[in-house]
């Protein structure tokens, strides 16, 4: 039997909630409370930072070497955005469930409409799947690539390289055994950091990714309102009473659609702020490795750096597209000469209120678009080019 389109949501929602709770964070629970998952990842997190300012030190004072330190820098930044990340689960977990659920709720009632509604819906379903897909296998080609470079440099240059420039007090990378606790450690470190920033970004990314869903439902509901006006009854008390319904609806839609963006906005600010932040420095930092010639799997990360980078600017445009969608629905998919004065007045304020909606920013100085990406983009090229002058 095949699933219907609430049932494809639903599971969607559980996969989001396996991926959290292995991170101690499933706030789809009602009844969640922190637990020992919780308090380890948590522990996790804050060891991995004592011990970055235990390696930053070893590097700048002892070992005098100083571009190391950049690389230290370029894995800080992934572990500050999951940090992050996870706090923004916990703080914000009423309103995340809420966005969650209220687009069950959108599912369950549209599903039983007519074909327009539901192709919608499907439409939003494969976006998510394909989200979620190409998520996982980045994360999966970067996360063992990360991890092979360490072997594939021990049996072809019989050389000895650590994956992280992360060390532990009392345990020397010189040594065979020392260099295999500290690799063994580094691959724990990029399994856990890879997956647990993988299950944020998902429920993130299908948050998101749902918000070209109410602008495409929107333009079902205005074709249900053109066929009503084009009909002779359209003047009759009836058919005025049936228009004021359906433009109520409508009316309401657009502001349920204000409610969902700014709660995104709201509990994503730090979240999108940290990760532009962290991931720009990240690329400055592994470019100036790689010009130096101090990390073999900087070229992965670096890449991962940049997948991420326009993975956001591209949800931050997909919004900016949306809000333009209900300008565009409002000017040009209603009939609005057929309406009453009355209602023109209602549809010229809801018009009002779409050209003010603001899309996702950073830090609320930058919007957060693909265009952005690309300006951060020339400005990294511009640094790197004068990095290498400078070297030269």
Request: overall charge neutral; some cysteine.
């Amino acid at each position: 039997m095949a699933k219907t389109l609430v049932q494809r949501y639903e599971t969607i929602v559980r996969l989001i909630r396996i991926f959290s709770g292995i991170c101690g964070a499933n706030i789809f629970n009602p009844a969640f409370k922190k637990n020992i998952i919780t308090w380890i990842v948590i522990i996790f997190i804050y060891q991995y930072f004592v011990f970055t300012g235990y390696t930053l030190y070893v590097k700048i004072y002892i070992d005098k070497d100083r571009p190391s330190v950049l690389q230290v820098l370029c894995y800080l930044g992934s572990a500050v955005q999951g940090y992050c990340k996870l706090l923004n689960f916990l703080w914000n977990k009423d309103d995340i469930r809420y966005l969650i659920y209220e687009l069950r709720d959108i599912y369950e009632k549209y599903d039983l409409k007519h074909a327009d509604y539901r192709c919608c819906l499907e439409k939003n379903t494969n976006r998510v799947n394909r989200f979620i897909k190409f998520m996982a296998t980045m994360h999966l080609v970067i996360t063992i690539t990360l991890i092979a470079v360490v072997p594939f440099y021990r049996v072809v240059f019989n050389e000895r390289i650590l994956i992280m420039q992360f060390l532990f007090p009392g345990v020397d990378p010189n040594t065979a055994y020392g260099y295999t606790i500290i690799t063994t450690i580094h691959c724990i470190c990029i399994l856990f950091g890879s997956f647990g920033n993988f299950a944020a970004d998902v429920c993130f990314f299908n948050i998101v990714s749902h918000v070209p869903l109410f602008r495409d439902l929107l333009r079902c509901k205005c074709q249900d309102l053109n066929e009503i006006l084009e009909e002779e009854r359209a003047s009759e008390e009836e058919g005025f009473a049936e228009i004021e319904l359906l433009l109520k609806d409508i009316f309401q839609w657009h502001q349920k659609y204000m409610r969902y963006i700014t709660t995104v906005k709201e509990n994503y600010f730090w979240v999108v702020l940290v990760e532009m932040g962290t991931v720009a420095l990240s690329i400055a930092s592994t470019l100036f490795c790689l010009i130096l010639g101090k990390w073999p799997g900087g070229l992965t990360y670096l890449t991962y750096c940049f997948i991420m980078l326009y993975m956001y600017c591209d949800l931050g445009t997909i919004v900016e597209i949306t809000n333009d969608g209900f300008i565009d629905s409002c000017y040009t998919e209603i009939i609005w000469y057929r309406l009453s004065i009355h209602q023109r007045k209602m549809l010229q304020m809801m018009l009002m209120m779409t050209q003010n909606t603001e899309g996702l920013t950073i830090g609320s100085v930058i919007p957060l678009t693909v265009n952005t990406g690309l300006q951060l983009t020339k400005s990294l090229y511009t640094m790197t080019m004068m990095l290498i002058n400078f070297l030269e």
